[in-house]
């Protein structure tokens, strides 16, 4: 049996959920091996800026800098919340934003992700909603799915102690059970914007017609993903007279076009003047001989054995592959990509969170907004081609004051990719240098589980295509 990894820092690995180091002679006999291997589990499913404002909108003059909630004058109940789920000070993005809002002002906040932007725009929507006690009071919209469902647990947290309704509507899940849902009246509704029309336009009974407060999340990315004329159909819907909260990681031309169309007055809060990432982060990158990226793969996965890792791939196909490939291997990996279902999607994420999976392979649906704690490592199998990607992938470690490392598989045909993102992050990524020796004993073993895994996909595919057929 292979001894226990020992982290960097001398702690034993917990042992629940924890993969053996692997074992190269035995593994090599284990892939050599004909059909008497046991079957691994294939239920994948089928693959399927604007230029920078080089100056971010200042921050108000008159900003008030709070240093604790208790000076905002909340309501004891939301206060109770805060302090239950350890929230000692607030965030610069909460500090500054949330004086105005609670004041009745628009606001639009530019911070980079895991500033704590989902607790201010959640905070003054609740003290309002304190004195009102209405139905389809706020709404959120939201990029993914995923961050919807996020979202929706912070309301829900927040305002355990208020009796507060939330509904989450994102695509992938039953029209039917929504409306019931929707008909139950909530107080707050979280949605992605597209699933959100569906219902304004089919469902009888719901309105948003008296909306108060609306929010738009990331509204970078929901104008990245083409989320532009549904929001035009939204806006024209609900009321002009509303408070708006407008959250963006950066501040592109569209998101000013959006901002000039649907705020009025609005105080703007800049927490970061440029594309940057946490000093706690330890940046990495790898150079990568043609051929073997996959081993590299193994060898850090190996390395962190027993931590807690996500890969990020470019391509549904990519997450399918490499997560299969890490099962065959032995190692704890789930898949996240946008062509699970929806209950797929967040078993893959609850099982990551709660430690039942170590290794989360996913596409950028999971770079943006998901707040999973302790993440160890972060690795770019595939460097992105957007620099912002870049940012949100390797922002889900190192969060909330917390170290954290990411290592980016680079192959040649990257250079001018890691060239862009290292001008941006105003930074040159150091070279990290693996254990040549162990680099080439694993090589065959992943070459031939890489055949393997590609294998499976194809079968996988070919029964779906077939059963199509039927």
């Known amino acids: 049996m292979s001894p226990t990894k020992i982290s960097r820092s001398g702690n034993v690995a917990p042992k629940k959920a924890v993969s053996a180091k692997i074992d190269i002679d035995s593994l090599k006999k284990k892939l050599t091996a004909n059909k008497t291997q046991e079957r691994v589990d294939t239920t994948l499913p089928e693959e399927p800026e604007d230029k920078q404002n080089e100056k971010q909108s200042e921050q108000d003059e008159f900003s008030k800098q709070v240093t604790s909630f208790k000076e905002l004058d909340l309501q004891p109940d939301i206060l109770d919340a805060i302090e239950k789920l350890n929230f000692s000070t607030p965030t610069p993005i909460q500090a500054q934003s949330l004086p105005h809002s609670l004041q009745g002002r628009d606001i639009i906040g530019i911070a980079q992700t895991g500033s704590g932007k989902t607790a201010a725009f959640a905070i003054p929507i609740l003290q309002a909603l304190w004195e009102a006690q209405t139905p389809y009071f706020a709404c959120v919209l939201a990029p993914t799915r995923e961050l919807a469902y996020q979202i929706r647990e912070t309301f829900d947290a927040l305002g355990v102690n208020m009796g507060l309704r939330c509904s989450t509507i994102v695509g992938g899940m039953d029209m039917m059970e929504q409306a019931k849902e929707l008909m139950r009246k909530p107080h707050v509704i979280v949605a992605t914007p597209g699933r959100l029309m569906d219902h304004l336009e089919n469902t009888k009974g719901f309105s948003l017609k008296a909306l108060k407060y609306l929010v738009m999340d990331e509204a970078d990315r929901l104008l990245d993903m083409e989320f532009g004329p549904v929001l035009d159909k939204i806006l024209n819907i609900i009321p002009r007279e509303r408070r708006t909260y407008l959250f963006s990681a950066t501040l592109t031309s569209k998101v000013e076009k959006l901002q000039r169309a649907s705020l009025i007055d609005p105080v703007k809060i800049a927490v970061n003047d440029k594309y940057s990432t946490v000093d706690t982060l330890i940046q990495t990158l790898m150079v990568v001989p043609d051929g073997y990226k996959n081993t590299y793969l193994i060898y850090l996965l190996n390395e962190y054995v027993g931590k807690s ?88 470690t190192a969060r909330a004051g917390r170290s954290g490392k990411s290592v980016s598989l680079v192959t040649q045909y990257d250079l001018e990719l890691i060239l862009r993102i290292e001008k941006v992050i105003d930074m040159k990524l150091p070279k990290e240098v693996p254990n040549k020796n162990e680099i080439l004993a694993l090589h065959d073993s992943v070459d031939r589980a890489t055949a393997q895994a590609v294998s499976k996909v194809k079968e996988f595919h070919s029964k779906r295509k077939f059963k199509k057929k039927d």
Not at 310 to 316: D, K, L, N, S, W
Not at 343 to 357: E, I, P, V
Not at 363 to 384: E, K, M, Q, W
Not at 386 to 393: E, G, Q
């Open 309 to 396: 890792v996500i890969v990020f791939a470019r391509t549904c196909a990519h997450a399918q592959k490499v997560a299969l490939l890490a099962r065959i291997l032995g190692f704890s990996a789930i898949p996240l990509h946008g062509q699970l279902t929806q209950a797929q999607r967040l078993g893959a994420l609850n099982k990551f969170k709660s430690g039942d999976k170590q290794i989360l392979v996913a596409t950028d649906v999971a770079a943006r907004g998901l707040d999973i704690p302790s993440v160890d490592l972060v690795v770019n199998y595939d460097i992105p081609t957007d620099s912002k990607a870049y940012i949100h992938r390797v922002g889900r």
